[in-house]
Nanobody, 123 residues
Framework: QVHLIESGGGLVQPGDSLRLSCVAS????????MGWFRQAPGKEREFVAA????????YYGDDVKDRFTISRDHDKNTVYLQMNSLQVANTAVYYC????????????????WGRGALVPVSS
């Protein structure tokens, strides 16, 4: 069993940057490809970014690929999401997820989920 805990959420203004972290328990972290998803109020959960088990490859949703960066640190069992130039439309609960398959963007294919970190973007 793998437990994922997100941190780093909080209120920011448009144009600000924020980094989310997700710490994974257990030894399985290296064997998981990791992803970030988000769910805005009244909307379905959507893919944000993903990273391979090794960290060598990344994949982004069209809305964020020029502003967000996903990375991982195996020594710390942690995956990060660096978010730059945040917009009001980016307001959402951001979820960290892990799966034993290769990199992917389909939420239902992920085996483990965190509880989410709220990121409100407002002036």
């Amino acid at each position: 069993q793998v437990h994922l805990i997100e941190s780093g959420g909080g209120l920011v203004q448009p144009g600000d940057s924020l980094r989310l972290s997700c710490v994974a328990s257990g030894r399985a972290f290296y064997h998981l490809s990791m992803g970030w998803f988000r769910q805005a109020p009244g909307k379905e959960r959507e893919f944000v970014a993903a990273i391979t088990m090794s960290g060598a490859s990344t994949y982004y949703g069209d809305d964020v690929k020029d502003r967000f960066t996903i990375s991982r640190d195996h020594d710390k069992n942690t995956v990060y999401l660096q978010m730059n130039s945040l917009q009001v439309a980016n307001t959402a609960v951001y979820y960290c997820a892990g799966r034993y398959q290769g990199i992917g963007h389909v939420a239902d294919s992920y085996n483990y989920w965190g509880r989410g970190a709220l990121v409100p973007v407002s002036s």
